[in-house]
C-alpha cells in the first residue's frame, strides 16, 4: 500500500487510490495531454477499502492531493513546451489563418514555456524528495505514515499555491507581460519558501524580456511571434486578412492579397536583417530601392506599445525609451540604398584625391562598403556595451527595478545621440532648417518679391483649374534665375503646388456687391469686384512642397511639414497685401505726377485733373492706414517671432546631442510661430485675413476710379477696415493673451502699432487732418467710424 501511496505522489493511480477522471472517461470526457488542467480534485482513496482507520483515511486523502497537485503542474509544463506548434517559415499567412480557423492548432507562448521550465525544476525537486521518502520507508522494519507527512511538509505550501496559478494561467488564456504581472503580484506574499519559488518563476520570464529586449535594443528585430512582448508591430497583414475572407470576387480577392504581399515586405525585412539575405544582386537591390525606406514608416507608423502586454512594474517612460531605441537601431542599421550609395560616393571621392592603386579600383565589392557605412553609424563597440549591460541583469537573481530603468535610459541615450549624429552632422539638418526658413518663412524676401511682381498679373484674374499649377511655376522659375535661388542647391527640392483654391465662394458673396452696384449704375466696377474677390480666394491655396531624403523623414514629418505649408500661405498673403498696397500708391502717384505735367498745356484737362487728386486724397490717407498696420504686423512676423524663434532654436541644436530633445525643441519653435502669428487664435486669424481682402479690393477698386465716378464701394472698404483694425487691437490688448507665451512679443507689436497713441487716436486725427481737404460724414453714434462722401 505504502508504495501505491508513493506512486500516486508522482501521478500514477492504482485500486487503492483511483482518479476520479478514469471513470469520467470511461463516459466519454476527454483525458488527453491537451486537454485543460482540472479545477477539482479527483485523487481520493477507493471507497471500498475498509481495513483503513478513519484517521489514518484522512491522512491519506491529504497526502495523495500532492499527487494530484503534482499531475496536473506535470501535465501543464508538458503542454506549455511542446514544440510541435514549430512550422515550417515557408507556409504563407493565409494558410496559416485557415489552419488558425478551423481550430487546428493551440497558440503558443514563449513566456509559458519559460515558467514551464521553472515548474519543472520545481518538481524535480519534488520528485527527490518523493525518492527520498522511499529510501527511508524502505530501510525502517516498520514503515509509517507520518515519515510521508514529514518528507512532504514543505510542498503543502509550495504546491496547492502553484496548481491555483497555473489553472488562473490556463483559465484567463494569460500570457506574456500579463503572466509576468500576474507573477510579479504572486511575489509579493507572507510565506518565504513560496515566494522564493515565485520570484525563480518569474526570473525564468524575465530571461524570455530580456532575450526580446537584446533582440530589439541591439539588433532593432522584434523578436516577438507570438504577440507578448510589449512592443507590437501594427497590424497590417490582420486588416488584409479580415478583409480577404468578406470579398467574393476572384478579382478583389487577388488585389487584396497584393496588398498584403507589398505589406509583408516589414515582416521580410526583419527576416532579411536576421538572416543576412547577401544574394541579392546589383540590379535586385536597385530593384529594391522603393522598399528600402522601411525603417522609415516603421519609424512613424510601424510600431507601437501594447498596454495588454505592459507590465504594470515597467513604467510608461521607460516603455517609451525602449519603443524609441529599438526604432532608432532599426534606423542606424538599416541606412536606405541611395544614403549608402550616397555615402559611398563621398567616401570614393575621397580616395580618388589621394590617389588610384589601379584603373578601376572600386569596381569589386560595391556593395561591400555600403555595409561598413550602416555598422559606420552604429559602431559594434556600442552595440557590445548596449549588449552587456541587458546581459547583466539577465544574469540577476532578482528583479531590480531602478536598475532596470537605469540600464534602459543609458541605452535610450546611446541610441538618440548616434542619431543625432545621423541626422544633424551627415544629413546636414541645419542646412535644411535654413533652407524652410528661407522658403516657407520668407527668409529670401528678394525672390519672393521677384515671384509676386512677375505673377501680378497673373494673379489678378481667377486661377484655371487645370492649369493654375503650371501657370505659377513659370513666373516661380523665373524668380529664381533672376535672384539667388538659382545658386541655392536647396531651391530644387522646393515645389510649387495649387492643392486647392482656397476658401470656396458661395454665390450670394458675389452677388451681393452684383446687385448694389447695378443699383449705383457702374456695373463694371461690380464686375470687377466680384471676380477680384474669387481671384483672391483662389490663390490662397498656394502652397510649397519641400522633398526630404532619408533620413530627414524622422524629423520632418508630413505634420511638421503641414505647419510649415500653414506658416507659408499665411505669410504670402501677407506679403502680397503689402505689395499691392506698395504698388497702387506708386501707380496713384506716377498718375498724378503725369496730370500735373499736362497741367500748363489743357485748363480743361486741368481741372478735371485737380478734381480727381481731390477725390483720391482721402482715399490714400485710407490707403496709408491700412500699410501701417500690414508692415508691423509684417515686421513684427518677421523679426520679432521668425527671427527670435530662430536663433532660440540654432541655440538648442548647437547645445544638444540628442536627437529627442531637438525634435521636441523643433516642435516648439514651430508651435511658437504659429502661436505668436496669432494662426491658433480664430477670432484674431480671421480678422486678419479679413483685412488681407479688405486691402487688396481697396488696392483694385483705387485702379477702377479712373473709369468710375463711384465712390460707394470704397466708402464700404474703409468702413469695414476700420471696424476689424478696431476689433483686432481690442483683442490683441485683452487679458486673455497678456497672460500667454505671446506677451512679451505681442507687446512690442502693440507698441509700435499705438506709439505715442496714435492707432487709438488715428481716427480722429485722420478726421481733423482731413476735414481741410474733403468733407467727411460720421454716422451719429459711431465716432469710431469714417464715411467719405
Known sequence: MLHELLLSLLGYTGDLIIDDREHQNSLGIDLSPDAPVSDERTFKLAPDISFIEPSERDLIEKIITLGFYYRELDRFATKSRNLSWIRSATVSPLERAAELSKGKTIKPSVYRRAIANGIVEILSVYRSAVLHIEQILLSETMPILATVTQGLNKFFVLLPPLYELVLEIERDDIRGGQLLNLLHMRCHCGVPELQACIQRLLWHGHQVLYNQLASWMVYGILQDEHGEFFIRRMAYGGEVLCCYGVLRSKSDQDFVKTIFDTLSIFQQEDRDVEHGSPHLSISEKLARLSTDDTSLTDWHLGFHISLD?????????????????????????????????????????????????????????????????????????????????????????????????????????????????????????????????????LAKGDFFQCFLEESRQLMRLPPRQSTAEADLMVPFQLAAIKTSSEEDKYFSRVSLRMPSFGITVKSSQVDLPKAKAYADGSSGAALSNASSEISLDGWDGIALEYSVD?????????????????????????????MELEKSWASVMHQDHTDFAKRRNDRINCSISQQRRQRCRPMWRVREHMAFLIRNLQFYIQVDVIESQWNVLQAHIQD???????????????????????????????????????????????ENQESSENTSELEHITEEFNKKSNSLYTILRSSRLAGSQRAPFLRRFLLRLNYNSFFELGVNCCARASCLDFSLRIPSGRPDLLVFS
Open 550 to 578: 532619408w533620413p530627414l523623414q524622422l524629423f520632418f514629418t508630413q505634420e511638421v511639414l503641414s505647419k510649415y505649408c500653414r506658416v507659408f500661405q499665411y505669410l504670402l498673403r501677407l506679403k502680397r497685401t503689402q
Open 656 to 702: 544638444s546631442h540628442d536627437f529627442t530633445e531637438l525634435v521636441g525643441f523643433h516642435q516648439e519653435y514651430l508651435s511658437a510661430l504659429i502661436s505668436q502669428s496669432f494662426l491658433d487664435i480664430g477670432s484674431v486669424s480671421r480678422i486678419l485675413d479679413g483685412i488681407m481682402k479688405l486691402c487688396l479690393q481697396f488696392c483694385w477698386n483705387i
Open 309 to 441: 502586454m505592459l507590465p504594470e512594474y515597467i513604467h510608461m517612460r521607460v516603455a517609451e525609451s525602449v519603443l524609441f531605441a529599438g526604432k532608432a537601431i532599426r534606423v542606424l542599421r538599416n541606412p536606405s540604398l541611395a544614403f549608402r550609395f550616397q555615402e559611398q560616393q563621398i567616401s570614393r571621392g575621397s580616395q580618388k584625391i589621394q590617389g588610384f592603386t589601379g584603373r578601376f579600383p572600386y569596381q569589386k565589392e560595391p556593395f561591400r562598403d555600403m555595409k561598413l557605412i550602416g555598422e559606420e553609424l552604429l559602431p559594434q563597440s556600442e552595440a557590445d556595451k548596449i549588449e552587456a549591460m541587458l546581459q547583466d541583469l539577465k544574469e540577476s537573481s532578482e528583479f531590480h527595478k531602478r536598475l532596470f530603468e537605469c540600464a534602459v535610459d543609458s541605452i535610450r541615450a546611446i541610441a538618440a545621440s548616434h542619431l543625432w549624429q545621423l541626422v544633424v552632422v551627415r544629413a546636414d539638418l541645419n542646412g535644411h532648417l535654413k533652407a524652410l526658413k528661407d522658403y516657407f518663412l
